[in-house]
């Protein structure tokens, strides 16, 4: 689901920035909420 996400961006940096949050926020937050 997360690759999903991710892939709706074709910016390389606008991917980079993405991963960054899910890497550091996955435990705490809850990513689908904050994309969607």
Same mark, same amino acid.
């Given at each position: 689901? %997360?690759?999903?996400? %991710?892939s +709706? #961006?074709?910016?390389?940096?606008?991917?980079?920035? %993405?991963?960054?949050?899910? $890497? #550091?926020?996955?435990q $705490? +937050?809850?990513?689908?909420? =904050? =994309?969607?």
């Open positions: 689901m %997360i690759n999903l996400l %991710i +709706k #961006y074709h910016d390389p940096a606008m991917n980079l920035a %993405i991963e960054e949050y899910l $890497t #550091y926020h996955y $705490t +937050k809850d990513p689908i909420v =904050f =994309f969607w």
